[in-house]
């Protein structure tokens, strides 16, 4: 039986550029840091609480994904309403255009072009 979400593997070319990114425009807590036996970074894993989102290093790079794709398309945080001003605000600072919105959502892009987003869309309650 699941018990939630456990991890999002993110893979990426500049480990430290992305994971920089994901601390500073969504406020995640760095846990860790994973090296190759040659000292080279392999990964870094943020709190995305509950759960870990686990940046580990790609020498593939990912071909940029427009709407709504196969597989994983998008990574969206949660925010308050009363947020949005000031998230659209350090997006804009950190140089990460918003390319869409809606009446919830900012949509951007990560230091590697893969889709992210913040909404204050009302989820449904768990059933109970």
Known sequence: M?????????????VEEVARFYREAFGLRELTRHAYEDGALRSI???LNPGVLMVEHSREERPRVEGVEAGPFLLAFAMEAEER???????????CEVE?????TLYARDPEGNRVAVSHYPCPAPPG
């Open 2 to 14: 699941s018990r939630g979400l456990h991890h999002i593997a993110l893979g990426a070319r500049q």
């Open 45 to 47: 894993w943020l709190d």
């Open 85 to 95: 001003a000031s998230m659209r605000g350090r997006l804009e600072a950190m140089g």
């Open 100 to 104: 869409e919105e809606s009446a919830f």
